[in-house]
């Protein structure tokens, strides 16, 4: 079945380390997307690529970084330097036509402790 | 800049009832509005999808409204059901820059 995987569902982090959300889709999209989503508040974009080896910056973009070396990947990396890091990740993904329907994957909860 | 409001924040309903649930945008220029569902703990799934030139969509027992002029957008949801509990977000889209701008979410309760 086609989807979008992301792994761990889970993870917990000291603060200081580095560390890398995966996000896998074999739905043949083009776009991917990375949101944050904070108790109680929407989705806040991170980052997206509209094609392999090509994305932008988000709202929210600080203290995070992303590759897009091939076009069923677009992991994420969760630097030291974002101050709040605890949060519920998501990934996304969508052809790149009009309708742009969003397609998320199941998330990814991260913890600083 | 887009601001995506959704009130109420919460809601609680006896089962079969008829429910709406609202989404306001402080800029009308979108591209197209989407309604999603998001189980606890999940992501989230696309219920309806609204172009900007379209008034509405339906779905089974949902039926999503856009009213660009008044900046509004409603989800109808027929007959509630337990299993319709799950929060409920819209997000717009401005332009062809594929971002979409996610309101705080509804969620709701449908009690047996």
């Known amino acids: 079945d086609g989807g979008i995987t992301q792994s761990p569902k889970y993870l917990f982090r000291k603060e200081g380390q580095n560390v890398t959300l995966s996000c896998e889709q074999n739905l043949n999209h083009d776009a991917m997307y990375w949101y944050r989503q904070d108790p109680g508040q929407g989705l806040r974009l991170i980052y997206y690529?509209?094609?392999?080896?090509?994305?932008q910056k988000g709202d929210i973009a600080e203290g995070y970084s992303v590759s897009r070396e091939k076009k069923e990947s677009f992991p994420l990396t969760v630097t030291s330097a974002q101050k709040n890091p605890t949060a519920f990740y998501l990934c996304?993904?969508?052809?790149?036509?009009?309708?742009?329907?969003?397609?998320f994957g199941a998330g990814s909860r991260l913890t600083v402790l | 800049k887009q601001e995506v409001t959704q009130i109420p924040a919460a809601l609680s309903v006896p089962e079969g009832e008829n429910l709406v649930l609202n989404c306001s945008f402080t800029d009308s220029a979108i591209y197209n509005l989407q309604w999603f569902r998001q189980d606890p703990g999940k992501g989230l799934t696309s219920l309806l999808l609204?172009?900007?030139?379209?008034r509405e969509q339906t779905s089974g027992r949902l039926n999503a409204s856009l009213d660009k002029s008044s900046g509004r957008s409603t989800l109808y949801i027929a007959a509630s059901q337990p299993g319709d509990s799950a929060t409920y977000l819209c997000?717009?889209?401005?332009?062809?820059?594929?971002?979409?701008?996610f309101g705080s979410g509804t969620r709701l309760l449908v009690r047996p």
């Open positions: 609204i172009q900007s030139s379209q």
């Open positions: 996304a993904s969508s052809y790149r036509d009009g309708a742009n329907v969003l397609t």
């Open positions: 690529s509209q094609i392999v080896n090509d994305f």
């Open positions: 997000a717009s889209r401005m332009d062809s820059s594929y971002k979409l701008i």
